[in-house]
């Protein structure tokens, strides 16, 4: 029986093995050597935050991989011998493969900052930081203040979890204002504002020079690059990105660039062995989306493609229209299809925001054709489906603004400010640039 292996148990190799064992009988082994069972990553949060216990992020039960004939393995895989079909495991073991799947996940960047690697810094990306986190600030008498490093998704969302123990941070950001690599300039200034309303110390356009240690080897505090400010604290938190957890391939014949390279198949450049989500290179990048996607939701269609294919009928991975989702602090944030931080050339932002500082929405639209390119909301929850068929429709920002309502989740909320945006729209034909 062909014996099927997947290194990664988090949402694209487990997406993997469960869709193979819908299509057939072959033998199927999951690898990690982060936890016994799959957990959503992105629930980490609240685990910290007491809104949930660890194994509640655990979306199957025990008993779930047995029953489906879904092998568990936990160790790590030090190298792949692709001539044999041979995995290698740092405890000595080895395990034969017929198929291989890559579904390694992401590491946290470091910069080799010198303190990098002091007890009390970490990521906040695996179950081992969480406890880390639990280790070192559990609340704010043994940790006085944690300094968090880089300005994305991950590191706002660290700050809201210590802020919910009472636990001061300051927040380090190399951007003149958050996020704004990605953000239109307006909602990421909202964003900034939002930050410092909840007693976050954001320090924007600055960078983390060091971290220094007491005589004991514990943190003491860090040094800012830009005015060489000494700020105490006992955690450091690195969030500057992630970059997928390929080390162990490097030595292999599997060829690599930031991730592990795989054509639309998701095939790597060895016959029989596959990579899927956050760990996935595309060759060439799909539409204007980046060649790696560090989300759940693409992680989830890998699996699904690549366990087609592996079943007999080979499938391309085709994405549909790019979305995506956060939250900062209580501000929802969504995007679907492609907003700028600046227009493309020949497109324009039509922007609105609500006088309370938390609601807003940026449309990026076309300037000859006025065909809708895309929306972030911030604040108002819309319908995924209904901007993806907008998307497909190619529909015009006019009918996009007069139609927004059938977006919205809850029209009676979406009715308090509708005739605000319209107006808006109507007085200005505004051009956002
Ligand atoms: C705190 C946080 C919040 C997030 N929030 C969101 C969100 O709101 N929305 C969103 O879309 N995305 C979010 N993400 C990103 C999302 O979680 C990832 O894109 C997704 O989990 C990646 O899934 P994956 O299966 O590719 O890899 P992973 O979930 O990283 O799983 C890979 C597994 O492989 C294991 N592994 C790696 N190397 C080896 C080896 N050599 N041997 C054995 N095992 C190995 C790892 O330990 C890990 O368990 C968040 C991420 C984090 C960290």
């Not at 700020?231 to 080390?247: F, K, R, W, Y």
Request: with cysteine.
């Amino acid at each position: 029986m062909e014996h099927i292996v997947i290194i990664g148990n988090g949402i694209s190799g487990i997406t993997a093995a469960r869709h193979i064992r819908k299509l057939s009988n072959k033998k199927i082994t999951v690898i990690s050597a982060e936890s016994d069972y799959f957990f959503s990553r992105t629930a980490l949060m609240y685990v910290y935050m007491g809104h949930m216990k660890f194994e509640h992020t655990q979306p199957y039960e025990n008993w779930f991989w047995e029953k489906n004939n879904i092998h568990l393995k936990k160790g790590f895989v030090k190298s792949i011998e692709t001539q044999s079909k041979t995995l290698l495991f740092a405890n000595g073991d080895s395990l034969a493969y017929d198929k291989l799947i890559i579904a390694t996940g992401s590491k946290p960047n470091k910069f080799g900052w010198p303190g990098q690697d002091l007890k009390g810094v970490m990521g906040m990306y695996h179950k081992q930081d969480l406890e880390n986190l639990e280790k070192y600030a559990p609340n704010n008498k043994i940790c006085k203040r944690v300094v968090i490093v880089g300005g994305g998704l991950i590191g706002i969302e660290l700050a809201e979890m210590l802020n919910s123990r009472n636990i001061p941070v300051t927040f380090l950001v190399r951007e003149s204002s958050f996020w704004n690599d990605v953000l239109p300039e307006d909602e990421s200034e909202m964003i900034n504002r939002h930050i410092k309303n909840h007693h976050i110390d954001l320090r924007l356009s600055t960078n983390l020079k060091e971290i220094i240690s007491d005589e004991n080897g514990q943190i003491k505090s860090i040094i800012i690059e830009e005015t060489g400010e000494e700020i105490p604290c006992d955690v450091v938190g690195l969030t500057a990105g992630v970059t997928p957890n390929i080390d162990f391939i490097k030595d292999s014949n599997i060829e690599t660039g930031k991730g592990v390279k795989v054509n639309r198949y998701l095939e790597t450049n060895v016959k029989d062995i596959y990579a899927i989500g956050d760990c996935a290179e595309q060759l060439e990048a799909i539409d204007q989306r980046r060649p790696i996607e560090a989300v759940w939701y693409t992680g989830r269609m890998m699996g699904e493609t690549v366990a087609q294919t592996i079943c007999g009928n080979r499938m391309e991975y085709k994405p549909g229209h790019w979305f995506n989702s956060a939250k900062f602090f209580d501000i929802e944030y969504q995007t679907y299809g492609w907003v700028f931080a600046k227009p493309k050339e020949n497109h324009a932002h039509f922007h609105w925001k609500h006088n309370d500082d938390t609601k807003c929405i940026t449309i990026e639209y076309d300037k000859s054709s006025n065909t809708f390119k895309g929306i972030n909301t911030f604040g108002i929850r819309m319908k995924h489906e209904t901007f993806d068929k907008w998307l497909t429709e190619k529909r015009e920002l006019d009918y996009v603004l007069e139609n927004l309502s059938e977006a919205n989740f809850d029209p009676e909320f979406y009715k308090t400010f509708e005739s605000r945006i319209l107006k808006s729209y109507h007085k200005t034909k505004t051009v956002v640039v």
